[in-house]
């Protein structure tokens, strides 16, 4: 059986052309709009930032608070949200599973604090104290100009904020402990107020000319 041709005439074939020409301008414009689409969005930018965590509010002068330490989470931030001067700060740590020794770093006060004593407790834990203000070391500062919600805290973190930072703690081990935070008793603020008097009378009786 042969096979047969059917050829179009001249005209109709111009015109089928002129239909596959526009067609394919059609999807070229299609394509080139997909991809300029495409250009704007193929480059995007991601950012990872290391910061500080968002400070624990203390807002108790005598407090304890619970805390956790890792290898890749070391770094505890917190605020004095009690209104007054705290002027010590105890940690009582331990290390999970195995004991771990804790020990004061370079300069721990800076600033802060200017003494420090660290105790072995007979459950293995052991209690670093932080303590003593003077003309050089402000103690733990209070926040100011905070704004106080309904509930009584601080909406946002105003400073100053501090942070307790162990360095060296082995991968897969933990630490657990408390932080404590207190203010002079009121016995010790008299005592102090009346050694401060006495030493500024005695200091005026020096200073007077003698008749």
Request: aromatic letters at 10%; a negative charge; proline letters at 8%.
């Amino acid at each position: 059986m042969a096979l047969g041709l059917h050829l179009l005439p001249a005209s109709q074939s111009e015109g089928v052309l002129v239909k596959f020409s526009k067609l394919f301008l059609l999807l070229a414009l299609v394509v080139l709009a997909v991809s300029v689409a495409k250009a704007d969005t193929i480059d995007p930018t991601v950012i990872i930032r290391q910061v500080d965590p968002p400070p624990v509010p203390i807002t108790d002068p005598n407090g304890t608070i619970p805390l956790s330490f890792s290898a890749s989470a070391n770094v505890f931030a917190f605020q004095n949200d009690t209104g007054t001067l705290l002027y010590s700060l105890s940690l009582t740590l331990f290390g999970y599973p195995q004991g771990l020794d804790f020990n004061f770093g370079d300069n721990p006060g800076d600033g802060i604090f200017s003494s420090f004593s660290k105790t072995i407790n007979q459950d293995g834990s052991q209690t670093l104290l932080f303590f003593g203000i003077d003309e050089f070391h402000t103690g733990l500062l209070p926040s100011t100009g905070c704004n106080v919600d309904s509930d009584g805290d601080a909406d946002d973190f105003c400073g100053p904020v501090y942070t307790i930072e162990l360095d060296g703690i082995p991968p897969k081990e933990f630490v657990f402990g408390t932080a404590t935070v207190s203010t002079p008793e009121p016995a010790t603020l008299l005592l102090l107020s009346t050694g401060l008097v006495g030493l500024a009378a005695f200091r005026r009786r020096r200073s007077s000319p003698q008749a």
